[in-house]
């Protein structure tokens, strides 16, 4: 069974930036596309970035972290990282890694196409 292990989150002003990991505990079928998603409070879990972890890595991003977000695999490590630059307030939330075995490339962000998740990592983003 894959776990998943997030780090990196933590508080920060705007304008700034974090560096989010997941690190995997085996490269596996399971793991061939991942993802991050984010939940604020009171609100739904919505995808942010994700991406195909095989020989031609592909990113996909939400619009709303296009451009500020990059989501890197590093195969080697077993861990995907996700680079947030220029945080806004509105970026506050938990963030969660998940995998998926394969994905709908018209749906990325669905959840259900992701088999595992981690535990989450909070990040804070203040005025």
């Known amino acids: 069974q894959v776990q998943l292990v997030e780090s990196g989150g933590g508080s920060v002003q705007a304008g700034g930036s974090l560096k989010l990991s997941c690190v995997r505990s085996a490269n596996s079928y399971l793991t061939n596309y991942m993802a991050w998603f984010r939940q604020a409070p009171g609100k739904e879990r919505e995808g942010r970035a994700a991406i195909y972890t095989g020989p031609t890595p592909s990113p996909y991003y939400s619009d709303s972290v296009q451009g500020r977000f990059t989501i890197v695999p590093d195969n080697g490590k077993n861990t995907v990282y996700l680079q947030m630059d220029s945080l806004q307030p509105e970026d506050t939330a938990m963030y969660f890694c998940?995998?998926?075995?394969?994905?709908?490339?018209?749906?990325?962000?669905?959840?259900?196409?992701?088999?595992?998740w981690g535990q989450g990592t909070q990040v804070t983003v203040s005025s």
């Open positions: 998940a995998s998926a075995p394969w994905i709908d490339r018209d749906n990325w962000f669905r959840s259900e196409q992701y088999k595992v």
